[in-house]
């Protein structure tokens, strides 16, 4: 599990059939205290996530697991951040 932020969102005319009705998001993970790296990633959105929040993101497995064995993903995003709690 990696705190990111999200930077955007991704259109896409096709995609694989399982993915529909999900968004696709743009996220830069934070690579130490506060500081995000330049790199961006494609996120499968699974919480409802919007751009400039601080979200939770998963790869691998655990994000097949977290939305549904059968979506092609290997990137979800699973959980918003408050950062206004301490």
Aim: hydrophobic share 50%; proline share 6%; aromatic share 4%.
């Amino acid at each position: 599990m990696q705190i990111a932020k999200v930077v955007g969102h991704v259109v896409s005319t096709q995609k694989d059939p399982k993915l529909v009705g999900y968004k696709l998001l743009t996220v830069a993970p934070m690579i130490r205290d506060g500081v995000f790296g330049e790199s961006l990633f494609v996120a499968v959105d699974a919480v409802g996530a919007g751009t400039g929040e601080l979200v939770l993101i998963v790869s691998g497995s655990a994000a097949r697991c977290a939305l549904d064995n059968t979506i092609p993903a290997d990137l979800a995003i699973v959980g918003i951040l408050d950062p206004q709690v301490p």
